[in-house]
């Protein structure tokens, strides 16, 4: 894994889970439970979260280091607390599920552009 692959798929989070966030903001407005289809477009932003996950850790592994101390903490802690909001989003019986999609996604962006936000600051340093 090289860190411009864990970029591309940093940008690839972004823009599913603006697109996805977006969907999932106007099917609330008009029901609790989300349509499969939207199940499924959210486990595609965890998915792609997920592998943005493990090719950090192959980086760290290799003694790739995101940033110094604090922000490395950020960069590598937000998005695996946003991957285990989603996993909780997906997993719990689906009362008001629909909110708990749109909570997890809208996470899931948030911890996106910061932790991008950190790696472009430190890349190649």
Avoid: C, E
Wanted: hydrophobic share 60%.
């Amino acid at each position: 894994m090289t860190p411009n692959v864990h970029a591309m798929i940093g940008s690839a989070i972004l823009v599913t889970s603006l697109l996805v966030g977006g969907w999932l903001v106007v099917a609330g407005r008009s029901s609790k439970v989300a349509m499969p289809i939207l199940t499924i477009a959210l486990i595609a932003v965890m998915a792609l979260l997920g592998l943005q996950i493990l090719a950090g850790i192959d980086l760290l592994s290799r003694g790739d280091r995101p940033a110094p101390d604090a922000l490395a903490i950020v960069h590598v802690g937000g998005p695996i607390i946003a991957f285990l909001v989603g996993l909780w989003a997906l997993v719990v019986p689906p009362r008001a599920q629909i909110r708990r999609y749109i909570a997890a996604d809208h996470l899931t962006f948030l911890v996106s552009v910061i932790s991008f936000g950190i790696g472009m600051a430190f890349v190649g340093r």
